[in-house]
C-alpha cells in the first residue's frame, strides 16, 4: 500500500520537547498555497463545465421538443372535425386542410385477406399430439408453407414461408407462435396474425395489411399430412353434411324413427327420435341435437341445423377430406332425406384476398383504398363501419370542418412563454453578479466550516461564473435577432411585430408580448401568411426562411460550441473539450504538487530528527561530562 508522508507514525521532539508536527505543518502550509490554488481553479473550471454541459442539455432539449411541436402542423393548422355518425367515420385535420362540410358515404371498409375456420374444439394446454384433442388430434409430424402477397405498390410481389413446423408435441399456442414470427428466406415478416379463439372455437388467420392486394396462398401444401392438420385440426376446408328437402309443419314422427350416423373412421351409432307431432321444423332440430347430445359416440361430433327454406343439414364436425357423413335408417324421410344420404368434406379454397375501401366522397365514388384510414382534402380520415341502411344502401355521413382560431392563438401563446423563458434564463446566467472575495473553499477552510455555512459560501463563489460569456452572449443575441426579423412569405404578415408580438422597451432585454387581438385579426385575415411566418422552409440568406427555422440554425450552433467549449452531459470532466483538456493538465499539476509537497514534509522531519539526535548526542556529553567533573571534586 502506498502511504504519504504524512501518514507515517512519526516519534518527535523527545530530545527538544519541540511540537515538531505543528512546526512542519506550519511550514507545510507555506508549501501547499501552490496545490490549493490548483485546486481551488480545478473546483471553478469544473463548476464552469457543470454549467455549459447544462445549458447544452436545455438548448438541445428547447430545440428538439418545444421548437419541433411547434413546427407540427397541429399548431398552426386547428380545425375542429365533426361528425353526424361518429362511430362510422371521424377525422383530424392535417396539413393543408380546407374548412367546410363534407358528405362521405362507407359502402364498404378495406379488409385484410382472412382464414376464419370451421368451429374445431382444441385444449391449448394440450399438445396437438394427445388423445385430449380427440377428433383433432394431429398424429404426425407435418410442416406447411404459406405465401404472402402484402404489397399494395406491387401486388405481384410474394413472400414465401419457409416450411413452419408442426409437430405432435407442440401446443395450438406454439403454432400460432411460429406463424406470426414466420418470415421470408430474406428474414423479412410475412406480416401475419394468427390466432385460436378458445370461446368461438375457432382458428382464425390474416394479414395485417388490407386491401385487394393483400392475399394469403395456401395452396403449396398439397401432401396429405399437412392438408390434414390444415382441415381437420385448424379447421380450414369444408365440413361433410347431408340436406333434405323442404319439410312443413307440423312434422309426425312414428314408430319409424330410428337415424344411423356414420362419421367414418369407426365413428358410428344409432339415434331414436322421440315419437310424436313437433309443431316446427325448429323443434324437431332441437330434439335431433338432444338425442345426439346423450349418444357418447356422435356427442359434439356431428349437429342438425336448419336453413330459411325449412331444410334440415346434418353436418360432421370435421372438415376437409377427411371428413364423411352417411345418414340411413327408417327415421330419414321424417327429415326430406334420402336413404342413405351420404355426404364427403373439401379441403376448400386454400387462398384468400382482402377487399379495399369503398367510399362516395361528396358525391364521388372511390373503391381504390387499400386502408381504413385515408387522407382527402387535407383531412386524415378514419372509417370505422358502414354507413348502410338495412336495406343495405349506403347513407351519408355529413362531417363539418371548422377552423379552431382558439387553439392557435393558445399555441403560438405558448411557445412566446417558452421563447421567453429560455431568454430570461439566458440573461439572467449573462448577467449574474461575481463575488471576486468567494473562491472555492480549500479543504482546510472547508473542514472549519459546517454543511450551512459551505452551502451559503458556494452560491456565491459559483455566482456568475456565464456573467459576460461570449457563447452565452452570442446566443443572446442571435435569439432577439431572429424573433425581430422579417420573413419574406409573400404576405403582409412577415414579422412577429406585424401579427402582434414584439417586445415593450429595451429594459424588457428581448422579451416578447403578444397582443391576442391583433394575432387574432392575423389569423383569422391570412392563417397561411401567419403558417408560414414561423414554419416556412427556405433560405436564411434570401430572408424566406421561417422563424422557427432561424432559431434552430442559431441554436445548433450555440450547442455546437458549447459542446466544443465543454463536452456534454454524461461524458468524462476529462474528455478532449477545451475545459475537459485544461482540466487534466490542472490533475496532472496537482499530482505533481503533491509528490512535491511529499518530498518536502519528508525532508522537514528528516532535519527535525537531524536536529533531535544532534541534540540528545549534545545532551549525552553534557551528563557524562558533569558526572566525570563531580567525581574528580571528590
Known amino acids: 500500500m502506498v502511504m504519504n508522508a504524512s501518514s507515517l507514525p512519526r516519534l518527535t521532539g ?310 364423411s357423413i352417411t345418414v340411413n335408417g327408417n327415421g330419414t324421410s321424417s327429415l326430406g332425406l334420402n336413404a342413405p344420404s351420404t355426404g364427403t368434406g373439401t379441403i376448400g379454397t386454400l387462398t384468400a384476398s382482402g377487399q379495399n375501401a369503398d367510399i362516395i366522397f361528396n358525391g364521388n365514388e372511390i373503391n381504390t383504398l387499400s386502408s381504413n384510414n385515408v387522407t382527402l382534402m387535407g383531412i386524415n380520415w378514419t372509417l370505422k363501419s358502414p354507413t348502410v341502411d338495412v336495406t343495405g344502401n349506403p347513407t351519408t355521413t355529413s362531417v363539418n370542418v371548422s377552423q379552431n382560431i382558439d387553439l392557435e392563438v393558445k399555441n403560438i401563446e405558448d411557445f412566446i412563454s417558452k421563447y421567453n423563458d429560455i431568454l430570461n434564463k439566458l440573461n439572467s446566467a449573462n448577467n449574474e453578479p461575481v463575488y471576486k472575495d468567494y473562491q472555492p473553499l480549500t479543504d482546510d477552510q472547508r473542514s472549519a466550516m459546517s454543511d450551512t455555512q459551505i452551502q451559503q459560501w458556494e452560491i456565491k463563489a459559483k455566482s456568475g461564473l456565464l456573467h459576460g460569456d461570449s457563447i452565452i452572449n452570442g446566443l443572446i443575441n442571435n435569439l432577439r435577432n431572429d424573433m425581430g426579423s422579417t420573413v419574406n412569405t409573400g404576405s403582409k404578415y412577415n414579422s412577429l411585430a406585424s401579427i402582434g408580438i414584439a417586445s415593450k422597451s429595451y429594459q424588457d432585454k428581448g422579451k416578447l408580448y403578444v397582443d391576442e387581438t391583433k394575432l387574432r385579426a392575423a389569423i383569422q385575415t391570412d392563417p397561411d401568411g401567419v403558417r408560414n411566418l414561423f414554419t416556412q422552409i427556405g433560405s436564411t440568406a434570401a430572408g424566406t426562411n421561417g422563424l422557427l427555422n432561424h432559431l434552430s440554425d442559431d441554436l445548433q450552433q450555440g450547442i455546437q460550441s458549447l459542446t466544443v467549449k465543454a463536452g456534454i452531459i454524461g461524458n468524462s470532466p476529462y474528455d478532449q473539450s477545451v475545459i475537459g483538456k485544461l482540466l487534466g493538465s490542472i490533475q496532472t499539476e496537482i499530482n505533481t504538487q503533491n509528490d512535491r509537497l511529499n518530498q518536502k514534509e519528508t525532508q522537514y522531519y528528516n532535519q527535525f530528527a537531524a536536529m533531535e539526535t544532534a541534540v540528545s548526542k549534545f545532551n549525552s556529553q553534557s551528563s557524562w561530562l558533569a558526572q566525570q567533573l563531580g567525581m574528580g571534586g571528590k
Open 14 to 323: 523527545l530530545a527538544t520537547g519541540m511540537d515538531t508536527d505543528s512546526l512542519v505543518k506550519k511550514l507545510m502550509d507555506a508549501e501547499k498555497i501552490p496545490l490549493n490554488q490548483l485546486k481551488q481553479k480545478q473546483q471553478k473550471e469544473t463548476w464552469l463545465s457543470d454549467s455549459y454541459r447544462q445549458w447544452n442539455s436545455d438548448l438541445y432539449s428547447f430545440k428538439t421538443t418545444t421548437l419541433l411541436n411547434t413546427k407540427l402542423s397541429s399548431t398552426f393548422n386547428t380545425f375542429d372535425v365533426t361528425s353526424t355518425q361518429p362511430s362510422s367515420v371521424s377525422g383530424t385535420a392535417g396539413g393543408g386542410a380546407v374548412a367546410g362540410t363534407y358528405n362521405i358515404a362507407v359502402k364498404q371498409l378495406a379488409q385484410s385477406a382472412s382464414f376464419t375456420g370451421n368451429k374445431v374444439v382444441l385444449d391449448p394446454t394440450k399438445t396437438l399430439g394427445d388423445t385430449a384433442q380427440g377428433a383433432r388430434q394431429l398424429t404426425a409430424n407435418t410442416s406447411i408453407s404459406i405465401t404472402v402477397y402484402n404489397d399494395p405498390q406491387n401486388p405481384s410481389a410474394a413472400q414465401t414461408s419457409a416450411p413452419i413446423a408442426i409437430n405432435t408435441t407442440d401446443t395450438i399456442n406454439d403454432v400460432i407462435t411460429r406463424i406470426n414470427s414466420a418470415t421470408d428466406s430474406s428474414g423479412k415478416s410475412l406480416g401475419l396474425q394468427a390466432m385460436y379463439d378458445s370461446n368461438l372455437q375457432q382458428f382464425i388467420l390474416k394479414t395485417k395489411g388490407t386491401g385487394t392486394a393483400a392475399r394469403i396462398d395456401l395452396s403449396s401444401n398439397t401432401d396429405t399430412l399437412s392438408q390434414s392438420f390444415l382441415s381437420n385440426t385448424l379447421g380450414v376446408g369444408t365440413n361433410a353434411s347431408v340436406t333434405g328437402t323442404a319439410i312443413t309443419n307440423p312434422v309426425t314422427i312414428g314408430s319409424s324413427n330410428s337415424l344411423s350416423i356414420d362419421l367414418g373412421g369407426g365413428i358410428s351409432s344409432n339415434i331414436n327420435l322421440t315419437q310424436g307431432t313437433y309443431s316446427t321444423p325448429q323443434s324437431l332440430v332441437q330434439e335431433i341435437n338432444n338425442q345426439i347430445g346423450k349418444n357418447l359416440t356422435l356427442a359434439t361430433k356431428v349437429s342438425a341445423s336448419l336453413d330459411a327454406t325449412g331444410k334440415i343439414t346434418l353436418a360432421s364436425g370435421t372438415t376437409g377430406t377427411q371428413s
